[in-house]
């Protein structure tokens, strides 16, 4: 993941501290980080990528056999319940790791925002509102926050299509195909960019316009997904264990 906002962002790791000095008078973090999410042409690898840990995880289990003994073990809730958990904090916290090693990296060398700027434009950053307030380390934990959403819906969306099929590999790039057919069906029928919910799970859109909104839109947002990803896996868990005579 890191390596991927590295190559979107046109980042080369073995640039002189000349390079840097001269790139962190145009630009900074925040920028970087917004012409990734924006212009990216391999960020979406990142929906791939993050389903890697534990949500392809039942896919080992059922294989093995063990999952109708942990399911007589624990119950279908209890069990369902631990996996769209894990599966969640797993998918975000790769999302987030990558992120947050890429930030480090550049933030050795570029300020979050760059108040003194030539290219400074308070409205062209994503949460202009906290980096308008200076608040722009804010502005920044929204955007993380952002993408541990996106890695978290990834690895539910993999997790529940695991109840189809247990082929790790099929359900790895599904989080992609959802994601591509989409935006194709978005696009043609000229969906307004406000609604298009791709561009905020994406970094496209900022979510929320204060404080307390993009608060309480996050964790409504991780809730649905939760909520979402239990009753979806839990209702094909219980439908292939039904038909597979478990």
């Known amino acids: 993941i890191f390596l991927i906002m590295a190559i979107d962002s046109e980042m ?24 990734i999410f924006r212009v990216g ?9 993050v389903t890697a840990g534990f949500a392809v995880w039942f896919c080992t289990e ?32 790769m999302a987030v790791m990558g992120a947050v090693a890429y930030i480090l990296y550049v933030g050795r060398y570029l300020k979050v925002v ?15 509102y906290a980096v308008g ?19 978290a819906l990834a690895a539910e969306i993999t997790l529940c299509f695991s109840t189809l099929t247990t082929n790790k590999y099929i359900v790895m790039i599904m989080p992609y195909l959802v994601f591509e057919i989409y935006q194709e069906i978005a696009k043609s029928i000229r969906l307004d960019d406000r609604y298009r919910i791709d561009f905020y ?9 204060s404080y307390i909104s993009t608060t309480a839109i996050y964790i409504g947002i991780i809730t649905v997904i939760l909520l979402g990803g239990y009753l979806i896996f839990s209702k094909g868990l219980r439908r292939k264990l039904h038909y597979e005579k478990y």
């Open 133 to 151: 307030d200076g608040h722009h380390n804010i502005a920044l934990f929204f955007v993380i926050l952002a993408l541990f959403i996106t890695g």
């Open 114 to 128: 760059n108040y003194d700027g030539p290219n400074y434009n308070v409205d062209s950053y994503s949460y202009a």
């Open 62 to 93: 059922w294989n093995s056999g063990v999952v109708p003994q942990l399911v007589r073990r624990w119950g279908i809730k209890k069990y369902s319940l631990c996996y769209t958990v894990m599966a969640a904090i797993s998918g975000g916290g």
């Open 201 to 209: 799970f994406l970094g496209k859109q900022n979510i929320g316009n």
């Open 12 to 35: 080369l790791l073995n640039m002189s501290e000349q390079c840097w000095e001269q790139s962190g008078q145009y630009t900074d973090i925040m920028m970087k980080l917004e012409a």
């Open 41 to 49: 042409g391999y960020f979406k690898l990142i929906l791939i990528l």
